[in-house]
């Protein structure tokens, strides 16, 4: 199949190409910055942002949620959401 947009730069407003899961971690950043967060199993989710000078509790995420966040950190501690994928 032709992807007629392999051609074109990446840019943090194109769509993602692809999702890996996240392990929700106090101390180990991201591997890579995402270009959004995907919340399988809803719940709090307790996250630092990139260059974001404090950690911020993102209370009652619905299920299925798609929040345009580009996550650096996201805590263990706080955190009750599963099953999130990290967008790239």
């Given amino acids: 199949m032709a992807d007629q947009f392999s051609n074109h730069a990446d ?3 194109a769509p993602a190409t692809r999702a890996v899961a996240i392990t929700p971690h106090d101390g180990n950043a991201l591997t890579d910055i995402p270009k959004a967060l995907f919340v399988g ?15 911020q509790l993102w209370k009652n ?28």
């Fill in 11 to 13: 840019q943090v407003s």
């Fill in 41 to 55: 199993t809803g719940g709090n989710i307790t996250m630092r942002g990139v260059n974001g000078a404090s950690d």
């Fill in 61 to 88: 995420v619905p299920s299925g949620s798609l929040l345009p966040f580009r996550a650096q950190y996201v805590r263990a501690t706080g955190t009750t959401a599963a099953d999130l994928l990290a967008l790239y």
